[in-house]
Structure formats: structure tokens, C-alpha cells
């Protein structure tokens, strides 16, 4: 598809482990990004992977890359009420164009007490 | 170190009218990019700036436009506002651009009655 792809909602409980999914359109895509969107705020750049990595790892976070089937996930561990927002994944084609991030649609994360 | 500055972070403005937004980047980087970010079509690239020279472009009409100053300030103007330019602009910057290392600012509420 054309498009960079996220579940729109995911409700967890305080504590457990939170899973956002993404599929991304370019199997040549440099940098796949992880961002977080607060209300009335910017864009927060939580973590990023470049493609030549299935793994990284940056305490609670986890990010997953399987280039084959053009998927990314963040994992958050032991999810707390302040990470509610709205995260958006990211990739970074390098088809001849320069500066520009392709984005999902995000996904809106609400944690309960 | 200060990172990115939008202004200004409200802007009310009437059809017809035009509406020139403000970035400046964090210090050193050199590349600003610009996002407009709608509840129906998400984070859309308007535009790519390196070195006073666009780099790369969107697909919006004519009416979008921007520049950069030797100091790598940046500022993108809107001619002819419409309903549909209601919008939060999100801009970024990066050192060199080429897909790393984004930081975005704050953004500029931009809404046009």
C-alpha cells in the first residue's frame, strides 16, 4: 500500500505492557521513527531504528523491525498514566526525496488507573 | 540548548487573508522542514529547506510558500486563506536533513473563519 498504516485506538491498564503496531510502505526506508503527540503539543521523538537493525532497546521501550513484512512495533513496558497520547510512526524514504518523513495516521493510547 | 521555536503558537485569520508562520531551529542545524497536520488527512510534508535553497516539496498548491534565511530561519506563508488551511504547522529541524535526527516545535494553531 501507499500508505503507513496504525490501529487508531489502544486502551491498556496502568502497568501492563502497551503494543503499538505500524506498517510501513518502503522497504528501502532508512530511519523508521516512533513519535509522540501530547495534547495541544508538538511532536515528542521517542526512538527510532535504522532499517539494518531488528531490535532496539531504550529502557521501557522496545521497538521490533521485520523488514520483510515491512512492520514495526513500540513496546512500552509497565505503561503509566502520563504515557496517554497520541504516537505516531514514522519511515524515511530515501526514493530521491530529501527532508521529509512519511507518517501514519497514529495511534491514540489511553491508559487506565 | 533551545530547541525549536514556533511562533506565533495561536493565529485566528479571515478567509482571503494571508498568514506568514515563523521557525526558527535548534542552532547548527541547517535543514527546516514543514508539516501541516489536519484531523482528516494527519501530518502532511509541505516543504524541505537546507542552506536558503528548497530542497524537496509536497503536494500543495501554490499558495503555500517559504523561505530560509542565512541565520536557517525559517518562515512559510499562506496566500489566499481558505476554510481548509485551518490547521496545527509543525516545524522541524535537522542538521543535515537526509531522513535523521528530526526535532519538532510546538507548532502554530492556525484557524481561519
Known amino acids: 500500500g501507499e500508505d503507513v498504516e496504525q490501529s487508531l485506538f489502544l486502551s491498556v491498564r496502568e502497568g501492563d505492557s502497551s503494543v503499538i503496531n505500524c506498517t510501513y510502505t518502503?522497504?528501502?526506508?532508512?530511519?523508521l521513527y516512533w513519535y509522540k503527540q501530547e495534547p495541544g503539543a508538538g511532536l515528542q521523538l521517542l526512538t527510532y531504528i535504522f532499517s539494518n537493525m531488528d531490535m532496539k532497546q531504550d529502557q521501557r521501550l522496545t521497538v521490533l523491525l521485520n523488514k520483510k513484512d515491512k512492520h514495526l512495533s513500540l513496546r512500552i513496558a509497565d505503561t503509566q498514566t502520563g504515557d496517554s497520547a497520541i504516537y505516531f510512526c514514522a519511515e524515511s524514504p530515501p526514493r530521491g526525496s530529501q527532508g521529509n518523513l512519511i507518517f501514519g495516521k497514529g495511534t491514540k493510547l489511553s491508559v487506565k488507573p | 540548548k533551545a530547541g525549536v521555536t514556533q511562533t506565533p503558537r495561536y493565529l485566528i485569520k479571515t478567509r482571503g487573508q494571508q498568514v506568514t508562520l515563523s521557525c526558527s531551529p535548534i542552532s547548527g542545524h541547517r535543514s527546516v522542514s514543514w508539516y501541516q497536520q489536519t484531523p482528516g488527512q494527519g501530518l502532511q510534508f509541505l516543504f524541505e529547506?537546507?542552506?536558503?535553497?528548497?530542497?524537496n516539496k509536497g503536494n500543495f498548491p501554490g499558495r503555500f510558500s517559504g523561505r530560509q534565511f542565512s541565520n536557517s530561519r525559517s518562515e512559510m506563508n499562506v496566500s489566499t486563506l481558505e476554510l481548509g488551511d485551518s490547521a496545527l504547522y509543525l516545524c522541524?529541524?535537522?542538521?543535515?536533513?537526509f531522513g535523521y535526527g528530526y526535532t519538532f516545535g510546538s507548532g502554530t494553531r492556525l484557524t481561519v473563519v
Open positions: 522541524a529541524s535537522s542538521p543535515t536533513g
Open positions: 529547506y537546507f542552506s536558503e535553497t528548497q530542497r
Open positions: 518502503d522497504s528501502s526506508s532508512t530511519y
